[in-house]
């Protein structure tokens, strides 16, 4: 590829764009002061300083104490230490409930817990992807370490009801994990007075890089560092600093905060806006998740008939429109989206999903372009299928 | 996302020979919905009934299965029925530059297609010397039950393209890419096959014809069947239930609501679904529930 300039990207809850305050953010210390924040010169101080003022916008982004705020490496790191965290601190119980939607860095880890000899119960979903709390309040007993559930799904866009499946774990003395990573800058987040005593969040799906993640840990949470070594995040994770993504991800969630009303006006008017075009224009659409509650950037939606892969392909052959499926063929997987399996479509739709995901970069001339290419790349290609024509 | 040569980019494109032929003198049909990819071939033969004059073909799949399909209608027409059955899946990536060889099964899709395509002509035209390709050990035995691929199938790949590893089996078959649970199975049939290779020609071949079909007609039916009788019977009774997968006459279920945990969910499965099925689609199926 030669440029990225003519690309239409909406594929935001795959990775974001930086934003270009952030990696303005970033560069005096990719530059000028490569400091250590530990070191004793005031060399280092400067980096010091651009943590300390990252740690209090994030922890202002969430609600939170900068104290609550642990920096990681990325979204993964901080689900695994805190979930192995609360096996770890409440030995006595070997339990854990998390959902059959999760993203792989929860699901993956989980398998690997019963594997070895923990006991995981994963809630179901219904056909729109919602969990059912009287479910979970029966898989929950006082043998029940820790809870773990996303606050938005990064396929479906789905909100899940994280606040009150919290107070079903605190009943039982259970610890309760949230992966926030979709729902962070796209929805308002306040975890003072919450049932969450750990979340996870990732800076790439906010415009801030790629590897930089944190961990919030409620004050007073049992806690078991995962990596451990140096002092640094006052002893919870070692490792020197990432400085600069440190810095990045701070600016980033001021960003976050400036731009939240956007988010819930423009970008959720022009996601309705894609919706209601494909839905209008091409025979046959299935639009999956819970349309009550939804994150408001995404739209997952299945032409049934055809595949997934295929339909990529055209969109970006046909005007660089950058979007994801959850069709075997693109993961590699030979199998189809779990999530999509868990809300158990038929698998005539199954295949031929695709994820449209908008971010504040977005603009409306990018959705006239994919109404006006879809519907012909949709029936060009259901042309060719055995199973229907439209 | 996959790396594809310009050819295959230009026949995913732009893709000849699609449609169907009414008249067709063969018509092979493959895969099914379920894995994801499924191919339907016609084939239509010249005055001289032996050279194929027209080839076309309906994919459901990815750039590489439309692209391959695409290509072997071209590869197909002017050749004779004779010249046609010695064409390989190899020969396919050939023609389009190169495969990714996660993608191989779907150049191997379209010579069970062709292959498929011929029986069809064989049971049309009986008085034909339709030359149909019989497997060289002829076994139906599912070894990979996620993609229902049999061992006749697997030893043929190995054969063909000289595979040596399990996971090359995975990319030209997809045989152990769902549970896995089979890689086991794959690595025995590699080790006979390969310790076999030298006195291969003294096997002998027996005379089942190629492969079994799945046709997609049977599957698009019993998905019919489901989601318009089963599910809503299900419902009616505060149950429901999911279809899985569908391996020749077997058909897996997943129960869920009030049937999942009802001790009587395995009666309802074999007495009320199948009964349905066979009704519907066929009296040799058998319902089984997923674990
Ligand atoms: C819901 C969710 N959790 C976790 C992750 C993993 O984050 P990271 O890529 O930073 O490890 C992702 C993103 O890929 C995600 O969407």
């Known amino acids: 590829m030669e440029s990225s300039t003519d690309i239409i990207y909406v594929d935001n809850n795959a990775t974001t764009r930086l934003a270009p305050e952030v990696v303005e953010a970033m560069t005096p210390f990719l530059t000028t002061w490569y400091g250590n924040p530990s070191s004793p010169h005031p060399f280092g101080n400067e980096a010091a300083k651009a943590i300390v003022h990252a740690r209090e916008a994030i922890a202002t982004l969430l609600g939170a104490e900068p104290e609550e705020i642990i920096f990681t490496s990325c979204g993964s790191e901080s689900d695994s230490t805190a979930i192995r965290s609360a096996l770890e601190t409440q030995r006595g119980r070997r339990r854990v409930l ?4 999760e993203h792989a860095a929860v699901l993956n880890l989980c398998k690997y817990l019963q594997h070895n000899g923990l006991h995981v119960d994963y809630l179901p979903v219904d056909s729109q992807g919602r969990i059912n709390l009287e479910q979970a309040k029966a898989l929950i007993n006082d043998d029940t370490a ?84 140096g002092h640094q995040e006052s002893g919870q994770r070692a490792g020197t600093e990432n400085v600069a993504s440190i810095a990045g991800l701070g600016r980033a ?16 008017a022009m996601r309705d806006r894609l919706e209601a075009g494909l839905v209008a224009s091409c025979p046959d659409p299935l639009v999956n998740g819970d349309r009550q509650s939804r994150l408001p950037n995404t739209l997952n939606i299945c032409f049934r008939y055809i595949e997934g892969e295929s339909i990529l392909l055209r969109l970006y052959e046909t005007a660089h429109i950058c979007a994801s499926s959850g069709s075997a063929c693109t993961s590699g997987s030979l199998e189809p989206s779990h999530v999509l399996r868990a809300l158990g479509l038929d698998y005539r739709s199954l295949h031929g999903s695709v994820r449209f995901s908008l971010s504040r970069y977005n603009t409306d001339a990018e959705i006239d372009t994919i109404l006006q290419v879809t519907p012909g790349i949709i029936r060009s290609l259901r042309e060719l299928s055995p199973f229907g024509r439209l | 996302m996959w790396n594809y040569t310009e050819k295959v980019m230009d026949y995913f494109l732009h893709p000849r020979n699609i449609g169907e032929l009414p008249d067709a003198d063969g018509v092979g049909e493959v895969g099914n919905i379920v894995c994801g990819d499924a191919m339907k071939l016609f084939v239509k033969l010249a005055e001289d009934k032996k050279t194929i004059a027209e080839a076309k073909f309906q994919t459901f799949g990815c ?11 071209e590869m197909l027409i002017g050749k004779t029925l004779e010249e046609a059955s010695k064409l390989t899946n190899q020969d396919i990536a050939d023609f389009l530059g190169e495969l990714p060889e996660e993608k191989m099964h779907c150049s191997v899709m379209g010579m069970e297609a062709f292959q498929a395509a011929l029986v069809d002509m064989h049971k049309r035209h009986p008085e034909l010397d339709v030359p149909i390709i019989v497997e060289e050990t002829g076994e139906n035995r599912i070894v990979c039950q996620c993609f229902s691929v049999t061992e006749g199938k697997i030893r043929e790949v190995i054969q063909k393209n000289h595979l040596t590893t399990v996971e090359q089996v995975t990319h030209y078959t997809k045989a152990g890419g769902g549970c896995g649970g089979c890689k086991d199975d794959i690595q025995a049939i590699l080790d006979d096959v390969l310790g076999k290779a030298k006195a291969a020609k003294e096997a002998a071949s027996t005379e089942r014809p190629a492969c079994q079909l799945t046709t997609l007609q049977r599957i698009a039916l019993i998905q019919e069947t489901f989601d318009n009788i089963i599910r809503p019977g299900l419902k009616a009774d505060g149950g429901d239930a999911e279809l899985v997968d569908v391996n020749g006459d077997q058909v897996t279920v997943r129960l869920a609501g009030r049937c999942a945990a009802c001790p009587s969910a395995i009666q309802t499965l074999k007495h009320w679904v199948e009964a349905k099925l066979r009704e519907k689609v066929s009296g040799a199926i058998t319902v089984v529930e997923a674990k």
């Not at chain 1, 998390?98 to 939607?101: K, L, P, Q």
Request: proline share 4%.
């Open chain 1, 98 to 101: 998390t959902t059959a939607v």
């Open chain 1, 253 to 268: 969630a001021e960003l976050a905060m400036a731009h939240m009303d956007e988010e819930q006006s423009r970008v959720r």
């Open chain 2, 63 to 73: 750039a590489s299965a439309i692209a391959s399909a695409s290509a072997l209608t």
């Open chain 1, 146 to 229: 820790i809870v773990s559930c996303m606050w938005a799904n990064n396929e479906i866009g789905n909100i899940y009801p994280v606040e009150a499946l919290g107070q079903l774990a605190h009943a039982h003395g259970a610890l309760f994990h949230v992966d926030a990573v979709q729902a962070v800058g796209k929805i308002p987040i306040n975890l003072k007075d919450s049932s969450i005593d750990f979340l996870s969040l990732s800076g790439h799906k906010l415009h801030a890089p790629k590897g930089i993640g944190v961990l919030y840990r409620r004050r007073f949470t049992p806690f078991q560092p995962y990596l451990i070594g």
